[in-house]
């Protein structure tokens, strides 16, 4: 197992994360316990030392199931994340409740590392109105007391949201988790948050790198390529070795299904093996063929929003059409468009036409709104 130096510790370069542990029947909220405990002890001996849980994981069975597996090893074999579920409005101002209940739940007196969950769009108001809600207060006071070791956040929303929060309470965090792989290094911006984070000082932990297992395996002519590279390389190899590459990154989260996953990935993990620049280039061009492929192809120059008469933002929204199309759904789109006014959302195009007519790129934009409009809802 590959180690990284964090403050002091010596973490596993790979974590175990807890958001798709085996299940019964397809069913996400009844986790097979006795598989899952199987892959702890697999994980355990074989040097991982960092578990990544959540509030809502599971239909909030995963930190329950989580904390009997760990309960059976020493507390100093392990470090255990959670995050405060800032997702769900009508949990804002209960963070007490919640942080003591996780304490419960996963059968620790402190967590070693514990995130504002998912800062975004949202739920950025909330997260930094802490005279209504309290939850930054509250969390660097547990920190004060011991039961939080390390405090951190995670975020999906845009570079405005990210610096948002880091200009807020940059100074008090200690690690931040991106959506990284070599997909969305370009598609989400990932590069340029890196740079950002990086600027505040803070380590980058990594949530999807295999982007929810589109990256596990490509087309048989983008997989030829690598393989002419690295012949012995599996392609989910690959994923793991580009984020390897980037020095900011200090964890990487796999949220792994079974005992193969979780056995392919610590092979991996066995050497550290980054990827010179011809393999970059090489992987970061498929990538970029892979996104191009039914993206519609803004250049967010911006003539549609001068003439649109409501002012929405076209560009942002094709953005999103974009991730949703290519995710294939998934909660990013519907996620940002909730904190859109209503006059801005893409149901208030009025199909006037007059985007249409000053795009350079030809984009038939009134089918993209309804199409968006259809599609990314709750």
Known sequence: ??????????????????????????????????????????AMENGINYYDTAWGYHGENSETVMGKALARY??????????????????????????????EKLQVDYFDFYLFHN?????????????????????????KNGRIRHLGFSCHGS????????????????????????????????????KLISSYNI????????RGGKLAKLDAAYEAELKALRPDEEIPAWAFRFLQSIPEVTMILSGMSNEEQLLKNLKTFEDDKKLNEKEMDTLLGIADRMLSV???????????????PKGIDIPKMIELYNEHIYTG???????????????KKPQACLKCGNCEAVCPQKIQIREVLADLAAKATW
């Open 159 to 194: 570079m405005d949201v990210l610096k948002r929060f880091l200009d807020a309470y940059g100074s008090e965090m200690e690690f931040c988790q991106i959506q990284l792989n070599y997909l969305d290094w370009t598609f989400q911006d990932a590069k340029e948050k890196v």
């Open 119 to 143: 800062v975004c769009e949202m739920n950025i108001d909330a997260y930094l109105n802490d005279e209504k809600y309290g939850i930054y207060s509250y969390l660097i006071e547990q920190k």
């Open 74 to 103: 020493p507390r100093e074999k392990f470090c255990v994340a959670t995050k405060f579920p800032g997702y769900d409005a009508s949990l804002w101002g209960k963070v007490e409740e919640i942080f003591n209940k996780q304490l």
């Open 329 to 343: 759904g998934g909660f990013i789109a519907p996620m940002a468009l909730m904190a859109v006014e209503e006059d």
């Open 1 to 42: 197992m590959i180690y990284r130096d964090f403050q002091g510790m010596k973490l596993s370069a790979l974590g175990l994360g807890a958001m798709r542990l085996p299940v019964i029947d397809g069913d996400d909220a009844r986790i097979d316990e006795p598989a899952a405990l199987r892959m702890v002890d697999i």
């Open 203 to 210: 380590p980058v932990w990594v949530m999807e790198p295999l």
């Open 294 to 308: 039914g993206m519609v192809p803004c250049t967010a120059c911006h003539y549609c929003v001068s003439h649109c």
